[in-house]
Nanobody
Framework: QVQLVESGGGLVQPGGSLRLSCAASGSIFKIYDMGWYRQAPGKQRELVASIGSSDSTYYINSVKGRFTIARDDAKNTVYLQMNSLKPEDTAVYYC??????????????WGQGTQVTVSS
């Protein structure tokens, strides 16, 4: 069994910063891809940023230059540093991890979600 625990969301003014964290624990042998998705009210969940096991990264266009994704494999943790936040970044943010379990099965896990609200 694998658990993902997210932290770091909250309320911030436009132009402010937040740092999200997502720690994975449990029967993990190797973590492949780690990513952050978000879902705003009335909208579909979208991939915001991802990072592969070789540290290759992807960002959705709307966050390029403002958000930075990073991972610490020693801690099985992925981070999302969000700077210059805009009201349109308001959403519930979910981490997603693709990993190889100790039982040698490849599985996909989601965090519980953390609310990010950008408002003055």
């Amino acid at each position: 069994q694998v658990q993902l625990v997210e932290s770091g969301g909250g309320l911030v003014q436009p132009g402010g910063s937040l740092r999200l964290s997502c720690a994975a624990s449990g029967s993990i042998f190797k973590i492949y891809d780690m990513g952050w998705y978000r879902q705003a009210p009335g909208k579909q969940r979208e991939l915001v940023a991802s990072i592969g096991s070789s540290d290759s990264t992807y960002y959705i266009n709307s966050v390029k230059g403002r958000f930075t994704i990073a991972r610490d494999d020693a801690k099985n943790t992925v981070y999302l540093q969000m700077n210059s936040l805009k009201p349109e970044d308001t959403a519930v943010y979910y981490c997603n991890v693709k990993l190889l379990t100790i039982a040698t099965t490849t599985e996909n896990y989601w965090g519980q979600g953390t609310q990010v609200t950008v408002s003055s």
